[in-house]
């Protein structure tokens, strides 16, 4: 398989030891693809802050950001300078009101899906509630029509299929995290498993 869809670089410092480059992007899914429209739906925000549901028009009213940021997949591969539309979790957290004590958080997502990140983490550079991909609705199989980007951690961390976000005061694991995968997830440290 590589040579035809992924190749090594190892000179190129956007790419973290392990991983192998993709042109495409492909689709990586435990369970069936949840299937909603806009219209249904609704992200949740609980626990340690006030409770909140936003629908895709509240939304839309909110800040919009375009940037370009690298996504690399725990299973080996990277794709170089996707280009996503959405929220910076920065711009998010001004609409919420959340209780000094919260320093994680973990994304519920249609399917059941979960997994937890330091509040430091949701916060980072480049983070956002995405709605677009390359410049077009983020297609279902891709965790559409609202995922998450934490384009410093692997993609296990980028949660397809939003409907919650709950506000902790300390960690705990998510799906994958419970099943063997790191409660982190840095790339460049090759945090791939406990």
Not at 128 to 140: H, K, N, R, W
Not at 153 to 179: C, H, Q, T, V
């Amino acid at each position: 398989m590589l040579g035809k869809f992924f190749r090594k670089e190892p000179e190129n410092p956007k790419v973290p030891a392990g991983q192998s480059v993709t042109d495409g992007f492909p689709v990586l899914t435990y369970g069936p693809t949840p299937r909603m429209s806009k219209d249904e739906l609704e992200l949740r925000v609980f626990g340690l802050a006030e409770e909140k549901v936003f629908r895709w028009d509240d939304l839309l009213a909110l800040p919009a950001t375009n940037i370009s940021k690298d996504f690399h997949c725990v299973t080996h591969w990277s794709k170089l300078d996707v280009s996503w539309t959405g929220i910076l979790c920065t711009d998010f957290m001004k609409a919420l009101k959340i209780q000094p004590e919260a320093s994680h958080i973990m994304f519920h997502c249609y399917g059941g899906y979960t997994t937890n990140l330091a509040l430091d983490d949701f916060l980072a550079e480049g983070c956002m509630l995405a709605y677009s991909l390359e410049g077009q609705d983020i297609p279902l199989e891709h965790g559409g029509p609202l995922r998450s980007l934490i384009p410093h951690l692997y993609a296990w961390k980028s949660a397809k299929w939003l409907s919650g976000i709950e506000f902790m005061s300390s960690d705990r694991p998510g799906f994958w995290e419970r099943n063997g995968y790191h409660m982190r997830g840095d790339p460049w440290k090759e945090e791939r498993y406990s």
